[in-house]
């Protein structure tokens, strides 16, 4: 018979609202982001209704070209609410 076995855990959350981020960093480096917003998106053929397992996490802003950018939220290595020197 599994016996139970209970734990405290300690859990921190950092919340940084979109509409303060300023740069992202991704496997090429920082990028400079306005108009920031969580969003999710589907890519496909579009079908009525969309099935949430097709469905993806993601930011969607303005890069520092000022073209609208979708980029998931698991290629995001990291946030910052200051713009970054792109190196």
């Not at 076995?5 to 959350?13: D, F, G, L, Q, R």
């Amino acid at each position: 018979m599994p016996t139970m076995t209970k734990a405290n855990v300690k859990v921190i959350a950092d919340a940084v609202d979109t509409k303060d981020l300023r740069a992202i960093e991704l496997a090429d480096g920082w990028h400079e982001v306005t108009n920031c917003e969580f969003v999710h998106f589907a890519v496909g053929e579009a079908q009525s209704p969309i099935s949430p397992d097709k469905l993806y996490p993601a930011l969607r802003y303005q890069n520092e070209f000022g073209k609208l950018v979708r980029t998931p939220l698991n290629k995001i290595l990291s946030f910052s609410e200051e713009p970054q020197v792109r190196r």
